[in-house]
């Protein structure tokens, strides 16, 4: 069987398994809208579509800039092409008792949809149903997240062997980012250099200073290769780091390796952060650790779940999440290790970050 | 007076506009979180911010991530980080009436903020406040968007210069995006490149399909520059267009031409749409426009306001707006033909688009 044919084979029993909760949570039917989300389903990628799922209902909806594309049909779903006011047609096609994806949903297409819906329109935020299936990721999907991490990997190593002091950060953003389209991706999301003070913020944007001897560099980066996104940051020193760097270094490194030893399913996401949180806090740093733990990867580069204090999920096997604590001190330096991993039923089932999370001096 | 110092003054303006229509529609405040109106209004580009503007108000708030990021301040605004839950947070800092952007803002964000707020607390569509300040462009952004199209329009004019048959659309796609990103800039969207049959579907995605001989070529893209966009379309032949083509492209130019000329301050977007449609109708082609005139361009390449038959809006002085009018036959052509102008007291004010229109033949 070609890819193609088994991606097609699980986007159709995705919309089943949507179907099927559908049933469980006594909607009329789901009403689809995010674009991911209707890529996920249907493969279409155009920028406007709709999917209605119900019991005995699998219609897709786009208009009429999309009729070439659809004109040989999408597999298992009727298609309708709706002309004139997109909203209204829609609203014209659910039922009275039907789940929104909330999470993407706007307050404004709400309002309009009810306004113009049957009478009596429940529109009932449901969109964990999509995002709940979204996150357990199958064969076809894995395969393409480890793909796209290995192409980020080379293209990590390829940048490291140069050697980093000398240029600025901005350029070696630039490299990165050239070299992950080289080989036929694009980067999931702007690469991250940041080096010395720089490093201190968790989320800078490479600047035009040049990266000195004897630093800190953050390179946090990812890479999407046919709809799926890879993420993976590694801290590395730009020769012999002090006492004080080396000591954040082993404590984020520890704090990683702790939380990749308790990642497994049923495990809580607020727990596992706890793990994280934990071993820092002890070392004292615990103030300087700013983001959560990390998030879930796979057509978007940070989907459900969130790995954070506040999160209230647990990891489910086939999860494909980070795991990214890091430490940073303001106008000083900053630690960062994460990798991507997929959860199995009892441990980490795959890291598919591949580079060594020894601490490594480069040029 | 520096570009930088000329931004930041611009910035601070539209906060006191901001304001001043806070008072006017007598809401306690405005919460503005959209990403493309915080940086509008404060300059910020995180991923995380929120500005709260009131009578006696200017509060910008972000989370610890970006607490370097607002060491120095922000001019004119008062800037809280907050810890812990965003949305609790957020809520924490709003009274009872408080105007959202409900085009940006999501159900599952409102209904949170719902149950966080202040007790008795209505969250109140606003977002056009924001959307209608950004729509009148200042002399900085106007400045910005020309720079933009300047950009876009010399890669155009080397990618006709160099010819196009024998080559993929994926090819020329590319290399514009290339030419685009040597020069500093990013494409505003991904470029259209459709030829021959493709050419019908108004946002073919460029193939592999290799462009021959006497077809004609939809080109559209635009470069982004400094945050604001350009977007233009041309129409070109690779040959010698037979009587067909070149009563269809005839068409076409006379409807962006005509929408041109009644271009002005105070006409209806759905009059504008409606001259430009009437071109088509008359010649026995309406069912073939299948998409409506134009739309607003800023910071975002769609923004408000929307030309097309079911806009209620009319145009203002310095909105900047796309006119491309086009006619699609399924399997055989398509042209479509756009320019993006500001838009004057009493006509167009500034047409950037600068390639001609005449029909022309490429290699």
């Known amino acids: 069987m070609s890819p193609s044919a088994d991606r097609r084979g699980s986007r159709t029993e995705r919309v089943d398994r949507l179907a099927d909760l559908v049933i469980e949570r006594e909607l009329g039917a789901m009403l689809v809208t995010s674009p991911v989300s209707i890529e996920y389903l249907t493969g ?27 004109a040989d049909g999408i597999e298992g779903l009727e298609v309708e092409i709706l002309q ?16 929104i994806e909330d999470g993407f949903m706007t307050v404004r297409v709400e309002t309009k949809l009810a306004e113009h819906g049957p009478a009596g329109i429940e529109l009932i ?6 995002e709940g299936l979204r996150r357990v990721k199958d064969p076809v999907e894995i395969e393409l997240i480890a793909e796209a991490s290995k192409l980020a990997d080379q293209v990590l190593g390829e940048v490291l062997a140069e050697g980093l002091a000398g240029r600025t950060e901005a350029e070696v953003a630039g490299v990165i980012t050239g070299r992950i389209r080289q080989e036929g991706g694009e980067p999931s999301f702007p690469p991250i250099v940041a080096a010395g003070p720089n490093s201190a913020s968790p989320h800078a944007e490479p600047s035009a200073r040049v990266i000195e001897a004897g630093e800190p560099v953050i390179l946090d980066l990812g890479a999407k290769l ?62 300087r650790f700013v983001h959560g733990l990390g998030h879930g990867v796979g057509l978007e580069v940070h989907e459900e779940p969130r790995l954070g204090p506040r999160s209230s999920e647990q990891l489910l096997e086939r999860d494909v999440v980070t795991i990214e604590p890091g430490i940073y001190i303001p106008g000083e330096l900053g630690v960062r290790v994460e990798d991507l991993v997929l959860v199995g039923e009892s441990g980490v089932e795959t890291n598919f970050s591949s580079h060594s999370k020894d601490l490594l001096e480069v040029g």
Chains 1, 2 share one sequence.
Do not use: H, M, Q
């Open 44 to 70: 279409f990628t155009g920028t406007n579509g709709a999917l209605i799922v119900g019991e005995d209902r699998r219609l897709f909806v786009t208009d009429p800039r999309y009729r070439e594309w659809v």
């Open 226 to 287: 046919d709809g799926y996104c890879s993420d993976c940051t590694r801290t590395v020193f730009t020769g012999p780091p002090d006492d004080r760097a080396r000591e954040v270094y082993g404590i984020v490194v520890e704090s990683n390796e702790t939380a990749l030893s308790e990642t497994a399913a049923g495990v809580g996401c607020a727990a596992l952060d706890e793990v994280a949180r934990g071993v820092i806090e002890r070392a004292g740093f615990g103030d």
């Open 125 to 130: 935020p449901s969109g964990e149903l999509v």
């Open 84 to 99: 004139g006011d997109w909203l209204k047609g829609l609203a014209g096609l659910i039922g009275s008792k039907t789940g």
